[in-house]
């Protein structure tokens, strides 16, 4: 089914619009995912096809980085606030979405969470006490 997001950076200073087909959405704990958001995973989503974005503003402050070794990892990101932005993929014909720079619901639950065995160690503990917003005290 073809959907819709819209998204930004941080600032705001950057926008974008992604029409295309949902096809996946995961958390991956990859080492690079890892360095990539400073957490303990990266959680994409991946709309195809590759020519889906259209950028409503903000494209020239766009920067990008390609890790030297890697075949097709890269980052794209927003340069006046390091906010993470969606990226084509043309050899996966799709773009690359980081689920956080989404201003609309995601068209899909997150579906798994891939390179599990490669997650740091102290992310994903399920037994840690939830907050609606700042613990007590803090």
């Not at 889906?52 to 030297?68: D, H, N, S, T």
Request: aromatic share 10%; hydrophobic share 35%.
């Amino acid at each position: 089914m073809t959907t819709t997001v819209t998204g930004s950076c941080l600032c705001g200073a950057v926008r974008y619009e992604v029409t295309g087909e949902a096809e996946r959405f995961y958390h991956c704990h990859c080492q690079r995912c890892r360095k990539a958001t400073g957490t303990g995973h990266a959680s994409n989503l991946f709309i195809t096809p590759h020519t889906a974005i259209r950028w409503l503003q903000g494209e020239a402050l766009l920067g990008f980085y390609k890790v030297p070794e890697a075949e097709r990892f890269f980052n794209s990101f927003c340069q006046r606030c390091g906010g993470p932005m969606p990226r084509v993929v043309p050899e996966l014909d799709g773009v690359l979405i980081p689920a956080g720079s989404l201003d609309s619901p995601s068209p899909l639950p997150a579906q798994a969470r891939i390179f599990w065995d490669s997650r740091a160690e102290w992310s994903c503990s399920d037994d840690l006490p939830a907050f609606a917003e700042y613990p007590p005290g803090v």
